[in-house]
């Protein structure tokens, strides 16, 4: 496979995983024990905000890059398509763009270690998404939070009419932007979510029936109380 190919073979796709969670770990050792003490408030606020600002930009590429936008919309209808093939940005694109349009701005507009605290909060969020994403299509669902993962993404990949349900990790920029979806011929919705979704939620008809906005905050509220550590083994 080449380095720009966004189809990847088991042990790529899986250092993908790898090589990311490494270099959240440098900058978070880095930003806890080398950085002066006396910043730790500034830093953690910081990594917070680049945490939350990446459930936008995750939101923004994925309904107006990957939807929108050559190649790269053709690319992603590839993964609507096949959805358990292994695909995904490739990680030498993935890198160049966090250090490109997060890490070099930021260090330009203040210094190092509020620019390392940013990218970290943002690289984290990168990470936690990767894997998430993976989960909903490859593991099944061990607990509460991967079931409401598959659930709202198995709305994505599989509702009939305009697309909706843009976030993965969260679908608080979906209620924001109006994006959620309503089902559009009650109990026949089920017609528009595939077997394995149906297998891996078997609930989601019932559930999406409640409507639009009204399933969005039922999102939000489950994402906020069920949040925990991912059980279920890839």
């Given at each position: 496979?080449?380095?720009?190919?966004?189809?990847?073979?088991?042990?790529?796709?899986?250092?993908?995983?790898?090589?990311?969670?490494?270099?959240?770990?440098?900058?978070?050792?880095?930003?806890?024990?080398?950085?002066?003490?006396?910043?730790?408030?500034?830093?953690?606020?910081?990594?917070?905000?680049?945490?939350?600002?990446?459930?936008?930009?995750?939101?923004?590429?994925?309904?107006?890059?990957?939807?929108?936008?050559?190649?790269?919309?053709?690319?992603?209808?590839?993964?609507?398509?096949?959805?358990?093939?292994?695909?995904?940005?490739?990680?030498?694109?993935?890198?160049?763009?966090?250090?490109?349009?997060?890490?070099?701005?930021?260090?330009?507009?203040?210094?190092?270690?509020?620019?390392?605290?940013?990218?970290?909060?943002?690289?984290?969020?990168?990470?936690?998404?990767?894997?998430?994403?993976?989960?909903?299509?490859?593991?099944?669902?061990?607990?509460?939070?991967?079931?409401?993962?598959?659930?709202?993404?198995?709305?994505?990949?599989?509702?009939?009419?305009?697309?909706?349900?843009?976030?993965?990790?969260?679908?608080?920029?979906?209620?924001?932007?109006?994006?959620?979806?309503?089902?559009?011929?009650?109990?026949?919705?089920?017609?528009?979510?595939?077997?394995?979704?149906?297998?891996?939620?078997?609930?989601v008809e019932a559930w999406e029936n409640e409507g639009g906005a009204s399933a969005c905050?039922?999102?939000?509220?489950?994402?906020?109380?069920?949040?925990?550590?991912?059980?279920?083994?890839?």
């Amino acid at each position: 496979m080449g380095l720009l190919t966004t189809e990847h073979g088991k042990a790529a796709h899986r250092a993908d995983f790898v090589l990311y969670a490494v270099a959240a770990a440098v900058l978070a050792f880095l930003l806890a024990v080398v950085a002066p003490y006396e910043r730790r408030t500034e830093i953690v606020a910081l990594a917070l905000l680049g945490l939350a600002a990446w459930t936008l930009v995750e939101y923004v590429l994925h309904r107006f890059v990957l939807h929108g936008l050559q190649p790269f919309r053709t690319w992603h209808a590839e993964h609507h398509r096949r959805p358990r093939a292994l695909m995904g940005t490739p990680t030498i694109l993935s890198a160049a763009l966090i250090s490109v349009l997060v890490f070099l701005p930021a260090l330009a507009l203040s210094d190092l270690w509020r620019a390392s605290a940013l990218t970290f909060g943002l690289l984290t969020g990168y990470l936690v998404y990767a894997i998430a994403h993976h989960a909903t299509h490859h593991w099944r669902a061990g607990n509460a939070w991967t079931r409401q993962l598959k659930r709202t993404h198995a709305l994505h990949h599989y509702r009939v009419g305009p697309p909706a349900w843009f976030g993965v990790t969260s679908p608080i920029w979906d209620i924001v932007f109006g994006t959620c979806g309503k089902p559009s011929n009650g109990r026949g919705r089920r017609s528009a979510v595939s077997a394995e979704a149906v297998r891996d939620a078997a609930d989601v008809e019932a559930w999406e029936n409640e409507g639009g906005a009204s399933a969005c905050r039922t999102a939000v509220r489950a994402h906020l109380v069920l949040a925990a550590p991912v059980g279920a083994a890839p």
